[in-house]
């Protein structure tokens, strides 16, 4: 594999011309099967496997996992910012640097497990719950310079499970 397909072994994100109702449910779905797969994936590795990295200089496993629930506890606050306030504009965080501080480093990542359990639950609880109208609310993303719909955040984050999903498997294969 060249370093293009270690970095996105599933694609980059491609947003829909058009957002369904079934998009909406099958992305759902990810995320709400998240925290199972993730877990079956990494509760029981070694330490030594979780050193393992998917790409050189890449994240290892346990990065990995902690990075998921740094990520998914932003893309929940942000789901409730554009719920309560109109166009907010969020705040950005370096996920690079937040991969190296001292709780990411030492933490078993089963806290992240658990963390990532109860956020999914809720989460998939309040998409679910959503009139049309509500995923069609926006969020600024300064770092990007672009509005996104909450529509398009749940796609993103089911690409963003299905994606460090791809990367601890081939971590773990390597």
Request: net charge negative; glycine share 2%; charged share 25%.
């Given at each position: 594999?060249?370093?293009?397909e ?30 199972a ?15 393992k990295?998917?790409?050189p ?11 998921c ?45 658990k ?19 509500d ?40």
């Amino acid at each position: 594999m060249n370093l293009q397909e270690l970095k996105y072994p599933i694609g980059i994100f491609e947003k829909p011309e058009t957002i369904t109702a079934s998009h909406i449910a099958e992305w759902t779905h990810t995320i709400k099967d998240f925290p199972a797969l993730i877990t079956q994936l990494t509760e029981n590795l070694s330490e030594e496997s979780l050193a393992k990295t998917y790409r050189p200089d890449g994240w290892n496993i346990k990065q990995l996992v902690h990075h998921c629930a740094d990520s998914h506890m932003n893309a929940f606050i942000r789901f409730k910012l554009a719920l309560t306030e109109e166009t907010p504009k969020i705040k950005p965080y370096f996920e690079d640097k937040w991969a190296e501080l001292p709780d990411t480093v030492t933490t078993p990542i089963k806290a992240s497990l658990k963390l990532i359990e109860g956020l999914h639950t809720r989460w998939a609880i309040l998409i679910q719950l959503l009139h049309s109208e509500d995923l069609e609310r926006i969020y600024i993303h300064p770092e990007h310079a672009k509005q996104f719909t909450l529509a398009e955040t749940i796609g993103m984050y089911d690409w963003h499970c299905r994606h460090h999903l791809a990367h601890i498997k081939n971590a773990l294969n390597s």
